[in-house]
């Protein structure tokens, strides 16, 4: 572990995390909010981990997710029983409760297919989630797979209200181990289904409670790409120091700041509920803690004991284009180079 209070060792380490392969990816975003014309300012706001429709007294949440064709076939069960997973976790973030799962698969044919469908069905019976239907084609080339999730929420959790001087909790089930090679750790394959189901319930309730208004789930981003899709809607800046983040003994901390989570999440609350946030994962046995501020700076930074390194200026590098104040970003450029990390002054950063 790099020595504290050591500006070369942060410059570097906020210089590796505005660089991840996950960052990356989720730059792609905004190219597609350029092509359709969408973003944060819409009526329904594009930017969060579902579309938000209002329903009445409350929202009904709608997502879908989609796996690269090589992921799909080195690992078709698993697959099959992540494109449920994940889309649980979306409708968790937002502070809801799932209703039901479509998908959408295209196999080379049914022996193909059958595992796919098996990690799916098995995802569904934990979860107690229906499939209700979808597409399906058994005659294509490649094995694909698209699932779409719809949900509600009585009261919303969104990308778009983490306010300056929240609190930033990170959220995240250690009781699992890393899906290798992939930047995967894996809570939920050979958890207890009540446990799975129990855990995702937190969301909801605290949103109910009116604990917390802003959260995410830790996507392929990993807590660094996540936190700043979550920055960048709410057009705000944090100061983090990344050794509060909860990680299994013995985990290289760069690793896990880009790791992909089966459970994991972001809030943003206020000073004075974050103790009833942490008790509520904390007794479902989900390690939480504080591990940051918000502040109004629309930067991320790091702070390493009294250094502190800036990862990336929002205002000048948007991630994902989806600000309410936003520009129309331009389409990413193969080759582009990263966000160079420069100074940033000391911020005081509460109870981080």
């Known amino acids: 572990m790099p020595a504290r209070n050591d500006p070369a060792a942060s ?4 210089r590796r995390l505005a660089e991840g392969a996950g960052l990356r990816g989720k730059r792609d975003i905004a190219a597609a909010v350029r092509a ?6 819409d009526t329904i706001p ?18 879908c997710e989609g796996f690269l064709n090589e992921f799909v076939a080195a690992e078709p069960d698993f697959a099959g029983w992540s494109g449920i997973m994940v889309n649980l976790s979306d409708i968790a973030a937002m502070g809801g409760r799932p209703i039901a799962v479509v998908d959408a698969l295209w196999a080379r044919g049914e022996d193909e297919a059958a595992p796919i469908m098996a990690g799916l069905r098995r995802a569904s019976s934990a979860y107690q989630v229906p499939i209700v ?16 999730v719809l949900g509600r929420a009585r009261r919303l959790l969104t990308s778009f209200d983490a306010e300056p001087g929240d609190r930033l909790v990170a959220a995240i089930d250690l009781r699992g181990r890393w899906h290798e090679p992939l930047p995967f750790f894996d809570a939920a394959s050979d958890a207890p ?14 949103a109910e409670a009116g604990l917390a208004r802003a959260a995410k789930d830790i ?19 944090a100061l983090i120091d990344p050794e509060a983040v909860p990680r299994p003994p013995d985990t290289d901390l760069d690793r896990w700041l880009g790791a992909f989570p089966s459970f994991g999440f972001l809030i943003a609350a206020k000073p004075g509920d974050t103790d009833e946030i942490l008790r509520r994962f904390e007794a479902a046995g989900i390690a939480a ?8 700076t629309r930067r991320l930074a790091i702070r390493d004991g009294s250094v502190i390194e800036a990862v990336r200026d929002l205002t000048g ?4 284009g989806c600000a309410p104040d936003a520009e129309p970003l331009p389409l990413p450029m193969p080759g582009a180079t990263s966000f160079a990390p420069r100074a940033q002054g000391a911020i005081a950063p509460g109870a981080a």
């Open 219 to 237: 996507s392929q981003g990993g807590v660094v790409g996540t936190l700043l899709m979550l920055l960048e809607c709410s057009g705000v800046g």
């Open 289 to 296: 803690a504080v591990f940051g501020e918000v502040d109004a």
């Open 36 to 41: 359709l014309g969408i973003g944060g300012s």
């Open 133 to 148: 239907g979808g597409h399906t084609n058994l005659r294509n080339a490649a094995d694909q797979l698209c699932v779409a």
């Open 317 to 320: 590098e948007p991630l994902i």
């Open 46 to 63: 594009v930017g969060d981990d579902c579309a938000a429709i209002p329903d009445g007294d409350g929202w009904l949440l709608f997502a």
């Open 11 to 14: 410059a570097s380490r906020a």
């Open 193 to 206: 289904p009540e446990r799975l189901r129990a855990g995702l319930a937190i969301l909801p309730e605290i």
